[in-house]
């Protein structure tokens, strides 16, 4: 589905921000490197797209209306997504020329490592990011063989010859569509659990081996479904096919939209550490510290 066209284009949302912040449209206007009648101009052309009022202006400078907050404040997120999302897209264009090689799994690379790049970016704007992603294994291989400075793993095992520090926690969460017969249970069993056929990640996945081994000693069931893509594992899921266990952050959207259900595996323990790795024996340095710094804040 298309972008409704008053949204579809954040620039003027983003000088509506800056005036917010920054107390003017001349103010504003320096900010974005631009002169303040097209400053004025931009915002115009927002007002009219959104149809109402949204700076009013007088002979002592500009500051929002009341519906201009209201904007702003629903406008904030998406424009903060679209940075999110450009920190992200130049991370890979620049992978050619990249000084700083990173890979992470996919759960990192979706759901979290787009504002770290967003902040690492702001600390130091000269460093171009080559990002991979894959599963855990495959990051694991990638800084192990140099084709990474270093990775983020989700997997509980960590290789010979990689170091690792903690720079988070998650929890696996078991997910049912709202019509599945688990639904309306408050918890399950480990070893219910570990009996049912679920769709799964692949092999190597860090989500995948957390599970066995929170649920050891049980053998977990053949998989009814694998799929390398954690979208597709939750459109699966939303079908009703089958239940799947997946990282909390990757669940959170369709946990508060209703879209997904979640239960407790009574008796087990679901977290799991999200870790940075690089080789053992050597020392990050610049900008690959700096990741890790701000991984570690939760930037």
């Known amino acids: 589905m298309p972008l409704p066209a008053r949204v579809a284009e954040l620039a003027g949302f983003d000088l509506l921000l800056s005036v917010a912040r920054l107390g003017g449209i001349g103010a504003a206007a320096r900010a974005h490197g631009i002169s303040q009648p097209a400053a004025s101009a931009r915002i115009q052309q927002l007002e009219a797209r959104v149809g109402v009022a949204l700076v009013e202006r007088s002979p002592r400078g500009s500051r929002l209306s009341k519906a201009g907050a209201l904007v702003a404040d629903w406008a904030r997120p998406a424009v903060e997504a679209a940075a999110d999302l450009e920190a992200g897209i130049a991370a890979l264009w620049s992978e050619r020329v990249g000084h700083l090689r990173v890979a992470a799994s996919l759960t990192v690379a979706e759901y979290l490592l787009p504002k770290w790049l967003a902040a690492l970016r702001t600390l130091n704007p000269s460093t171009a990011v080559a990002l991979t992603s894959g599963n855990s294994g495959e990051v694991a291989h990638r800084v192990l063989t140099g084709q990474a400075d270093l990775g ?8 010979s010859g990689l170091h690792a520090e903690t720079v988070g926690t998650d929890e696996l969460k078991l997910v049912v569509a709202p019509g599945h017969a688990w639904a309306r249970r408050r918890h399950v069993r480990p070893d219910q659990l570990a009996s049912a056929p679920l769709i799964s990640r692949e092999p190597g996945s860090g989500t995948r081996r957390a599970l066995e ?75 690959a510290a700096d990741l890790a710094a701000i991984a570690a804040r939760g930037a």
């Open 152 to 159: 983020f793993i989700e997997g509980p095992e960590l290789p």
């Open 213 to 287: 081994l929170a649920l050891a000693p049980h053998e977990l069931a053949e998989p009814m479904l694998e799929f390398s893509s954690t979208t597709a594992i939750k459109a699966a899921v939303m079908e009703g096919i089958a239940p799947a266990v997946l990282g909390a952050h990757t669940v959170a959207t369709e946990l508060a939209a209703g879209t997904l259900v979640a239960l407790e595996v009574a008796g087990a323990d679901l977290r799991r550490a999200l870790r940075v790795v690089w080789p053992t024996g050597q020392s990050l340095r610049g900008p």
